[in-house]
């Protein structure tokens, strides 16, 4: 959609997100009916109540 963000990779991640404010911009975000919490390194959790379904990303030239 055109958003340049600024990203933190981490190969060993079992989900990718996005903040709520580049969330807001992008066409296609949906409820998910049954929120999703994911506990990150530090140990805290993240509660998800959104998802970009099929969301296709790039790094230079690389698709994810």
């Known amino acids: 959609q055109g958003i340049e963000v600024l990203i933190l990779l981490d190969s060993s991640s079992s989900h990718t997100f996005i903040s709520a404010s580049v969330a807001a911009q992008l066409h296609g975000c949906t409820t998910v009916p049954h929120r999703l919490s994911v506990q990150v390194a530090d140990g805290s959790r993240l ?18």
């Open 47 to 64: 509660t998800c109540t959104s998802e970009l379904v099929n969301a296709v990303w790039f790094l230079n030239d690389y698709q994810f």
